[in-house]
Nanobody
Framework: QVQLVESGGGSVQAGGSLRLSCTAS????????MGWFRQAPGKERDGVAW????????YYADSVKGRFTISQDNAKMTVYLQMNSLKSEDTAMYYC????????????????WGQGTQVTVSS
């Protein structure tokens, strides 16, 4: 079993920046992909960014390309999401997730989830 703990959310004005962190513990050797997802009130949970821990390949949703950066620190078993040029539409609960498969785009394979951290962007 894998446990994920997110931190770093908060409130910021449009154009500002935040960095989210997600630290994994437990059976971390099984993890191949980690990702960030977000869910706004009344909307479905959407993927934001993903990283393949083996090689560091990264993937982004079109809505955040050029503004968000996902990175990893293997020594700390932590994944980060640097969010720049934040917009009001980025307001959501952000969740970290992990999976043991190799296809980071396979959302249904993400079977370990954190509790979420709220990001609020005011215009």
């Amino acid at each position: 079993q894998v446990q994920l703990v997110e931190s770093g959310g908060g409130s910021v004005q449009a154009g500002g920046s935040l960095r989210l962190s997600c630290t994994a513990s437990g059976y971390t050797s099984s993890i191949r992909c980690m990702g960030w997802f977000r869910q706004a009130p009344g909307k479905e949970r959407d993927g934001v960014a993903w990283i393949y821990l083996g090689g560091g390949s990264t993937y982004y949703a079109d809505s955040v390309k050029g503004r968000f950066t996902i990175s990893q620190d293997n020594a700390k078993m932590t994944v980060y999401l640097q969010m720049n040029s934040l917009k009001s539409e980025d307001t959501a609960m952000y969740y970290c997730a992990a999976q043991s498969g190799g296809n980071c785009y396979a959302f249904l394979q993400y079977n370990n989830w954190g509790q979420g951290t709220q990001v609020t962007v005011s215009s």
